[in-house]
């Protein structure tokens, strides 16, 4: 089956039958493109696999204020579309193509997708995460418009007005807190009587006097009609409910990462994030976790690029590849020949 590009055309350059690529990345958000362009002008061949439009989750965000470079900030579209732009000049082709399985285990990874298998001496894994939804009515289409999932990237729109914050863990913990320097009041509403995030943040939002607790609360309804108006929480134990003024909402409440590939091949943390370090690399050799689908402290457009670049710099993995060349050469033969 041809692979079709975005625009309908079809894809040129489909590689053939039993080509082996030095990298494989699969996602193309800004951790998939950084670590596209750096594995190019390291002189590698490599693809990049996306089952959807270029820029993952920041592509949904209207404004990007925080990476750097784009003094009057940037539409996450657009920066998507010029991160796949700058990894085409190079030679790295984007194959709209999901990635259905993955066989990571020896030196030719094997990378099933809708238009066939793969082959790639090395695979990165750049799939990201989506944050939890409440799940509520209105949700989908208040997202960035008064519904947000990201302090770091949000939290300046709502400069000196009231905002509140859910969940009770350690990022809306961190989120509140940030919030409380920008924001004239946050009210943080947890389904508990306690927090659950670490006790080094409880101290500093006890003390800060325009953060006000809702403990043993839900959110049941984002009240809504010409934008958004504010929430009507649901106290867990009584069922009594009362209405909270606000100009936005930040919902903390967890990523679900976009690790079901690596499942039962790599090591994943509680939360089900890829357990790779600051070097990105997975307990299988060749094979690399980079931005939000690996463990890390902050999930951001600028850390995923941070991590894609570091890829190629694992010099060691890419001169054992040259080494196995010889190998691999012959299970290319054998693979287009369909003996393996
Ligand atoms: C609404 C919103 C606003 C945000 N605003 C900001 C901001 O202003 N500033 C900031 O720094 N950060 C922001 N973030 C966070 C930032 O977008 C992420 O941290 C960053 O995009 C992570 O990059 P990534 O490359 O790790 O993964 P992602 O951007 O999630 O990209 C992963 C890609 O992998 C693809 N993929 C997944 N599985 C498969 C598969 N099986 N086959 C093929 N493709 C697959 C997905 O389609 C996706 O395109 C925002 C996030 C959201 C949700």
Same mark, same amino acid.
């Given at each position: 089956?041809?692979?079709?590009? $975005? ?10 039958? +039993? ?30 696999? $996306? ?42 082709? @984007? ?5 259905? =399985? ?74 509140? #807190? ?24 409880? !101290? ?17 309804? #984002? ?15 009584? +069922? ?29 943390? *509680? ?7 600051? =070097?990105? *690399?997975? $307990?299988?050799?060749?094979?690399? !976790? ?12 600028? @850390?995923?690029?941070?991590?894609? !670049?570091?890829? =190629? ?13 010889? =190998?691999? *050469?012959?299970?290319? $033969?054998?693979?287009?020949?369909? @003996?393996?």
């Amino acid at each position: 089956m041809p692979v079709i590009n $975005e625009n309908g055309t079809p894809q040129e350059s489909a590689a053939p039958q +039993g080509h082996i690529y030095d990298m494989i990345i699969v996602g193309g958000g800004p951790g998939g493109y950084t670590a596209a362009l750096y594995a190019a002008r390291a002189g590698l061949d490599a693809v990049v696999l $996306e089952r959807m439009a270029a820029g993952g989750q920041m592509a949904l965000t209207e404004q990007v204020d925080n990476y750097p470079g784009f003094d009057e900030g940037v539409d996450g579209f657009t920066l998507g579309e010029k991160m796949r732009r700058g990894a085409e000049r190079f030679g790295v082709p @984007t194959r709209m193509e999901e990635v259905t =399985s993955l066989a990571l285990a020896g030196p030719v990874k094997r990378v099933e997708t809708g238009g066939g298998p793969l082959l790639g001496r090395t695979v990165v894994l750049s799939t990201g995460a989506t944050p939890r939804k409440l799940e509520l009515p209105g949700e989908e289409e208040l997202a960035g418009q008064g519904v947000h999932y990201c302090a770091a990237c949000d939290g300046m729109f709502y400069r000196g007005k009231t905002v509140a914050v859910v969940g009770g863990g350690n990022s809306a913990a961190a989120d509140a #807190l940030l919030l409380s320097r920008v924001c004239a009041k946050v009210y943080l509403i947890h389904r508990r009587d306690s927090l659950r995030a670490e006790r080094a943040y409880h !101290a500093p939002l006890m003390a800060a006097d325009n953060v006000e607790f809702c403990w043993n609360s839900v959110v049941a309804e #984002l009240i809504h009609g010409e934008g958004f108006q504010g929430l009507r929480l649901r106290d867990v134990n009584t +069922g009594a409910e009362r209405t909270v003024d606000c100009a936005g909402v930040f919902v903390s409440i967890g990523r679900k990462p976009a690790s079901g590939l690596a499942e039962g091949q790599l090591a994943l943390d *509680r939360s089900g994030y890829i357990t790779a370090d600051e =070097s990105t *690399r997975t $307990e299988i050799p060749g094979v690399y !976790a980079v931005g939000d689908v690996r463990t890390k402290a902050l999930r951001q457009i600028v @850390t995923a690029a941070a991590d894609g !670049a570091v890829v =190629s710099g694992g010099e060691p993995e890419f001169e054992a590849c040259e080494r196995t060349a010889g =190998s691999l *050469r012959e299970f290319a $033969e054998k693979f287009a020949e369909g @003996t393996v």
